[in-house]
Nanobody, 115 residues
Framework: QVQLVESGGGLVQPGGSSRLSCAASGSIFSTYTMGWYRQAPGKQRELVAHITSGGTRYYANSVKGRFTISRDNTKKSVYLQMNSLKPEDTAVYYC?????????WGQGTQVTVSS
């Protein structure tokens, strides 16, 4: 069992930055692929970025060059540094831990990009 708790987010001005954190507890964190997803109102949840246990990163085209995902296995945490934020980045951001068919989700944290 893995429990995930996100923090960070809030209201950010366009062009600004924000950092999301996700703290995990429970099972072996280092073996999981950790990801950040987001869901905007009226839209489906989409993958933003993920990082494998080996450190391989994937980014959605919409955030490449602006977002950076990282993990600290000693702290059982994964981070999403978001720069050059745009209004279209507004969404609830969810942390995900996946291993095979097993998947865990955090409760989500709101990021609103607006002036």
């Amino acid at each position: 069992q893995v429990q995930l708790v996100e923090s960070g987010g809030g209201l950010v001005q366009p062009g600004g930055s924000s950092r999301l954190s996700c703290a995990a507890s429970g099972s072996i964190f280092s073996t999981y692929t950790m990801g950040w997803y987001r869901q905007a109102p009226g839209k489906q949840r989409e993958l933003v970025a993920h990082i494998t246990s080996g450190g391989t990163r994937y980014y959605a085209n919409s955030v490449k060059g602006r977002f950076t995902i990282s993990r600290d296995n000693t702290k059982k945490s994964v981070y999403l540094q978001m720069n050059s934020l745009k209004p279209e980045d507004t969404a609830v951001y969810y942390c995900n831990a996946a291993s095979g068919i097993i998947s865990y989700w955090g409760q989500g944290t709101q990021v609103t990009v607006s002036s």
